[in-house]
């Protein structure tokens, strides 16, 4: 049984760091792509990163330089370092495999100005 399980977020004033997690069990994360999407109220869901499982990395405009997707092969864990957050990164926080059902349940990610 496939589950993924993101945590690490929180509020945080702007500019602030918040670094999610996402760990996995029934899969192995490394020879995957991985992505973390969030959506915020009102809005569609985005890609916000995706690693693959060579390491290479992609990132939305929106948070490029500022956030880090990385990969623990050893935990089975895929992180997301979210750092000089602004406001308009609230949302809740997936983790994924893109194009299956295999979504974790989302952590919320709240910026304060």
């Known amino acids: 049984q496939v589950q993924l399980v993101e945590s690490g977020g929180g509020l945080v004033q702007a500019g602030g760091s918040l670094r999610l997690s996402c760990v996995a069990s029934?899969?192995?994360?490394?020879?995957?792509?991985m992505e973390w999407h969030r959506q915020a109220p009102g809005n569609q869901r985005e890609v916000v990163a995706g690693i693959s499982s060579g390491g290479r990395t992609n990132y939305a405009d929106s948070v490029k330089g500022r956030f880090t997707i990385s990969r623990d092969n050893a935990k089975n864990t895929v992180y997301l370092q979210m750092n000089s957050l602004k406001p308009d990164d609230t949302a809740v926080y997936y983790c994924?495999?893109?194009?299956?059902?295999?979504w974790g349940q989302g952590t919320q990610v709240t910026v304060s100005s």
């Open positions: 029934g899969i192995t994360l490394r020879i995957l792509h």
């Open positions: 994924g495999l893109p194009g299956t059902r295999y």
